[in-house]
């Protein structure tokens, strides 16, 4: 088995009350080996499943260091481009004490709060699942050369689900349509004179749906994409990003065993802290023999989120540390999500929480951290 490796940015969006509560799981002490097999060209995070087309290369890991991702989820959904070139400049400068860096972000490609046609930055709207825009796509592309640009890699969140989230929990990606959605996404952003396609570490399925609890209900959409996306990667040359699998609090054991996914980043949430969240993880790395290695932790609690779970005081930058460390000293865990609550959903992420000095206090304690975060490797 092929360990994942490359963080991903995708925290998922703050719209869970009622479910993100925390609960109590057992814990497992198993933790899957790390492997060193090296194998063919490609993105370097990928794992290899029933669904992929080739064994994928990871990227060189050094033991007890995760690859760190930020959260940008609407960042496609609303900045214009003065602000996507503005969020990765200082996302791609920001560093530790010791070099440490920033491997990517991960972004939704529809709006995870509002209608999926509100307008972005640039005057576009989704369209739909069945019919995307060509123009939102132009800058969906734009977002994706960018970061290329600057060496960082991407996750990108294909239908982000749940409550009022507009999409699978909606109706409005249905499986009649899936497979050509993720066929049409697919073979746009992973064509051969797209060089942005090798930013793309990994396709996300999920959000925070509610419906897809306790066995999947959802799962025959998400397939119907992922098929559509391997079909296209195929016809492209491209060797093929991991397919993950982002989930409400409560939600990590959800489609354990199923073939279509590579790996798990599931949400521990917001109203958990790092010993439920551990426990989560180990309950989550028991069931692997049956399923998809454990990529990371997709969710964590951002800095300075306000909820009633936590007496509405702000997550402060010393908590998530501790969440970030209470990861890596699971000894499996090779990629960490960070969020930082003002900057999710802004219209403008790079001015939020991040300047041309530095980055949010919580995020530069995690980068600094030593031994914490590797250094992003080269893009292929």
């Given at each position: 088995?092929?360990?994942?490796?490359?963080?991903?940015?995708?925290?998922?969006?703050?719209?869970?009350?009622?479910?993100d509560?925390?609960s109590?799981?057992?814990?497992?002490?198993?933790?899957p080996?790390?492997?060193?097999?090296?194998?063919?060209?490609?993105?370097?995070n990928?794992?290899?499943?029933?669904?992929?087309?080739?064994?994928?290369?990871?990227?060189?890991?050094?033991?007890?260091?995760?690859?760190?991702?930020?959260?940008?989820?609407?960042?496609?959904?609303?900045?214009?481009?003065?602000?996507?070139?503005?969020?990765?400049?200082?996302?791609?400068?920001?560093?530790?004490?010791?070099?440490?860096?920033?491997?990517?972000?991960?972004?939704?490609?529809?709006?995870?709060?509002?209608?999926?046609?509100?307008?972005?930055?640039?005057g576009?709207?989704?369209?739909?699942?069945?019919?995307?825009?060509?123009?939102?796509?132009?800058d969906?592309?734009?977002?994706?050369?960018?970061?290329?640009?600057?060496?960082?890699?991407?996750?990108?969140?294909?239908?982000?689900?749940?409550?009022?989230?507009?999409?699978?929990?909606?109706?409005?990606?249905?499986?009649?349509?899936?497979?050509?959605?993720?066929?049409?996404?697919?073979?746009?952003?992973?064509?051969?004179?797209?060089?942005?396609?090798?930013?793309?570490?990994?396709w996300?399925?999920?959000?925070?749906?509610?419906?897809?609890?306790?066995?999947?209900?959802?799962?025959?959409?998400?397939?119907?994409?992922?098929?559509?996306?391997?079909?296209?990667?195929?016809?492209?040359?491209?060797?093929?990003?991991?397919?993950?699998?982002?989930?409400?609090?409560?939600?990590?054991?959800?489609?354990?065993?199923?073939?279509?996914?590579?790996?798990?980043?599931?949400?521990?949430?917001?109203?958990?802290?790092?010993?439920?969240?551990?426990?989560?993880?180990?309950?989550?790395?028991?069931?692997?023999?049956?399923?998809?290695?454990?990529?990371?932790?997709?969710?964590?609690?951002?800095?300075?989120?306000?909820?009633?779970?936590?007496?509405?005081?702000?997550?402060?930058p010393?908590?998530?540390?501790?969440?970030?460390?209470?990861?890596?000293?699971?000894?499996?865990?090779?990629?960490?999500?960070?969020?930082?609550d003002?900057?999710?959903?802004?219209?403008?992420?790079?001015?939020?929480?991040?300047?041309?000095?530095?980055?949010?206090?919580?995020?530069?304690?995690?980068l600094?951290?030593?031994?914490?975060?590797?250094?992003?490797?080269?893009?292929?």
């Amino acid at each position: 088995m092929i360990v994942l490796g490359i963080t991903l940015v995708v925290a998922g969006c703050r719209g869970n009350t009622a479910e993100d509560t925390q609960s109590t799981v057992p814990v497992s002490t198993t933790s899957p080996p790390i492997s060193t097999t090296s194998v063919t060209q490609v993105p370097p995070n990928a794992p290899t499943t029933s669904t992929s087309t080739t064994t994928l290369l990871e990227p060189a890991f050094a033991e007890g260091a995760m690859f760190l991702w930020d959260t940008a989820w609407q960042i496609a959904a609303k900045a214009d481009a003065e602000a996507m070139t503005e969020y990765v400049d200082r996302l791609a400068a920001a560093r530790g004490q010791g070099g440490q860096s920033i491997t990517g972000f991960w972004f939704s490609m529809v709006n995870s709060n509002q209608d999926i046609n509100t307008l972005n930055g640039f005057g576009n709207g989704f369209g739909s699942f069945a019919d995307p825009n060509p123009a939102y796509l132009d800058d969906v592309e734009s977002l994706i050369s960018l970061a290329h640009q600057r060496g960082l890699r991407v996750a990108i969140v294909v239908a982000w689900d749940g409550p009022a989230r507009f999409s699978v929990e909606q109706g409005l990606l249905t499986v009649e349509m899936a497979h050509g959605y993720g066929s049409i996404l697919a073979a746009r952003l992973t064509r051969s004179d797209f060089a942005g396609r090798d930013s793309i570490a990994a396709w996300v399925m999920g959000g925070d749906p509610t419906g897809d609890c306790c066995g999947g209900e959802h799962g025959e959409v998400w397939e119907e994409v992922v098929r559509g996306i391997r079909e296209a990667e195929a016809t492209n040359g491209f060797p093929g990003a991991p397919i993950l699998f982002h989930t409400a609090p409560g939600g990590h054991l959800n489609y354990v065993g199923a073939d279509w996914i590579d790996g798990h980043a599931p949400q521990t949430g917001h109203c958990s802290d790092a010993v439920a969240a551990t426990a989560a993880l180990n309950e989550l790395v028991a069931a692997e023999a049956r399923s998809a290695p454990v990529w990371g932790n997709g969710e964590m609690r951002y800095e300075e989120i306000n909820w009633e779970c936590n007496g509405f005081q702000p997550i402060t930058p010393d908590q998530v540390l501790a969440d970030a460390k209470a990861m890596a000293d699971l000894g499996f865990m090779r990629n960490f999500v960070y969020g930082f609550d003002p900057r999710w959903d802004s219209e403008r992420p790079g001015s939020v929480g991040m300047s041309a000095e530095g980055v949010s206090a919580g995020l530069q304690m995690i980068l600094d951290e030593p031994g914490l975060i590797q250094t992003r490797p080269p893009l292929p």
